[in-house]
């Protein structure tokens, strides 16, 4: 068996997604912060998280809630200060936990001090760290941005316009410019000293463009073409990631995960390989099944067949040397369990089972805030409850093409981002114990029957199944087989069935998972030994056959199993 040569010291970690804004609120202003974060350090390390990462809190206008940042050596007084930041950092290091920070590169706010100068000289250093042109010679070309319209916008006071592929006040950072890149690097390096396990990287693919820009053929009627071509095409973005990686990572033997989308599958290696420019990369090939460039209105459901035959290619393509960040869910993204369970599974069985393939597949498995307890979509019945800046936009683009606003509506529900943003439910009381004060956004109604306090005490809970599924990287016997073994699909034909061998040196373990409510038989191979966890209290076995009922989950062992 071909095993992973240099074991690091992250393998065998579960890391956790904190979304600040709506985690923990300790001052009744209605809005989670640090010290809140703080607070439930306890109950990350009873959960057994070892990596933290923890969406921006850097000072900024929250125009894309933190992913606009106007000063990177500040924390913004919403979330606490410098010294609560640093209180955390130690604080969770006692816990043995890693704090990653988000950094946010491809793009600063329009409040941040480079771009106030590039505003008052735009002939000068600062108009050099960003993409400007001639506002007189019309738009250099006409790609859309991710959040929808002309990423193009005048520079205020100006003859000028820049370039954003985000929203427009996220305006882009000219990674060319070899000041802009020494500015970045020396950030990074004062924020890992300061005692940080590492990185989350940002739209990081986003940092390369295809140059000098052009016209694509139009993908809409509105005569623009998605900016994602022109990112597509660029070249060479391997110079400034392995730049980066010297300057910053490497020294400090950091753990990096990057948000990488858009990569050919043979260049896997070459990012998260031994010396890849990160240490890993979230697999997202699940993620964006059926989504489509026209928008969210034009999307197309993900089938349990579909998300096998995804996951498994994507496993297969990463290959043992390679561990990818593997997700259900995260702050730009439904709930895992609204979006790939079916209807009838989307019940703690059913949420358990998912929890089970995810943190059973070869990688690192990261948890939303709120998955653990199988927090759900959100029933929205209105645009003002919607607050998140890329929701209007597809909400707009949907009208456009043509949808009744009902539709619209749904497809927003569907995919917006603030399915996942809803605060964090710990009680069944008011505001689910978010906050005192009256939460920035709503909470998601089903607050009463899914909390953390309702299933502590819970030994079936969908919590305490995460629990032991976490404990199962690190337990004496197993762990070694969870984090190193080969990944080996089992019979990949069999209709919602998910099966797989995780075979490891001298062990070898065999996950089932039945996708469906009905019952359903799974022939197992010889030599079984015996249960090692299952999502039910039996496991009937006829005649060398599982007899698995509804979103039944287990793992077995399988082959020799010495000493026990
Ligand atoms: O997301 C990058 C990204 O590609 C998004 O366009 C993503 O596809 C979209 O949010 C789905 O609606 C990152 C962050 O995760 C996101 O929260 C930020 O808004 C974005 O970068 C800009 O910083
Ligand atoms: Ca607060």
Redesign the pocket.
């Known amino acids: 068996m071909e095993i992973f040569m240099k074991t690091q010291w992250w393998h065998n970690k579960v890391a956790y997604q904190v979304y600040p804004k709506s985690f923990y609120d300790s001052n009744g202003d209605g809005i989670g912060d640090i010290p809140g974060i703080i607070e439930k350090l306890d109950y990350l390390a009873d959960l057994g998280i070892g990596i933290l990462w923890i969406s921006p809190v850097y000072a900024s206008p929250l125009a894309?809630?933190g992913?606009d940042i106007s000063d990177y050596y500040a924390i913004d007084p919403r979330f606490g200060t410098m010294d609560d930041m640093d209180r955390l950092i130690a604080e969770a290091k006692k816990r043995g936990i890693s704090i990653l920070m988000d950094l946010?590169v491809?793009?600063c706010s329009d409040e941040h001090e480079w771009f106030k100068a590039a505003m008052r000289d735009p002939n000068g250093k600062y108009g050099r760290y960003f993409y400007l042109e001639d506002a007189d010679r019309g738009l250099p070309c006409n790609l859309r941005s991710?959040f929808g319209g002309t990423m193009w916008e005048p520079l205020p006071g100006t003859d000028k316009i820049y370039l954003h592929s985000?929203h427009k006040k996220?305006p882009d950072l000219n990674w060319e410019n070899p000041g802009l890149r020494r500015d970045i690097y020396k950030m990074i390096n004062w924020w890992l000293d300061r005692g940080l396990g590492g990185f989350r990287i940002?739209?990081i693919m986003n940092i390369k463009k295809a140059l000098p820009f052009k016209d694509y053929p139009a993908d809409r009627d509105d005569g623009l073409c998605f900016v994602g071509k022109m990112i597509d095409e660029a070249e060479g973005i391997g110079e400034f990631l392995g730049e980066m990686r010297d300057n910053c990572f490497a020294p400090h033997g950091s753990f990096t995960v990057g948000?990488v989308?858009n990569i050919r599958d043979d260049e896997k290696e070459e990012f998260i390989g031994e010396d890849g420019y990160f240490s890993s990369m979230f697999d997202f090939a699940a993620h964006i099944f059926g989504q489509s460039r026209n928008g969210w209105y034009d999307a197309d459901d993900i089938t349990p067949e579909d998300y096998k035959r995804v996951t498994f290619a994507a496993q297969e393509n990463f290959g043992q040397h390679c561990f990818p960040a593997n997700i259900i869910e995260n702050?730009?993204q439904p709930r895992g369990a609204s979006r790939y369970l079916p209807e009838d599974g989307r019940n703690p069985a059913g949420k358990k089972m998912l929890a089970t393939v995810l943190m059973m597949l070869h990688g690192i498995p990261f948890i939303y805030q709120g998955q653990e307890i199988g927090m759900e979509n959100v029933p929205f019945d209105s645009m003002d409850q919607v607050d998140d800046v890329?929701s209007f936009a597809e909400y707009q683009t949907a009208l456009d093409a043509g949808c009744s606003e009902k539709e619209a509506l749904a497809a927003v529900a569907k995919y917006s981002?603030d399915n996942a943003r809803t605060p964090m439910q710990w009680t069944g009381g008011e505001n689910a114990g978010f906050t005192d004060g009256s939460p920035w956004l709503r909470v998601n109604p089903n607050f009463t029957e899914i909390n953390v306090a309702e299933e502590r005490d819970d030994p079936d809970s969908v919590l305490n199944w995460y629990r032991k599924l976490i404990a199962l990287r690190t337990d004496p016997t197993w762990g070694d087989t969870v984090v190193y073994g080969e990944m080996i699909p089992y019979l990949p034909g069999q209709k919602d069935l998910m099966a797989f061998f995780r075979k490891g040196e001298g062990r070898t373990l065999l996950v089932l998972a039945n996708f469906q409510g009905e019952r359903q038989p799974v022939v197992l191979p010889d030599g079984l030994c015996h249960v090692v966890l299952n999502t039910e209290r039996e496991l009937n076995i006829i005649d060398g056959e599982a007899q698995l009922g509804g979103y039944q989950a287990v793992i077995l062992s399988v082959g020799d199993c010495p000493g026990l």
């Open positions: 894309d809630e992913y946010v491809n793009h991710y985000f996220q940002d739209a948000e989308f702050h730009d890329s981002r």
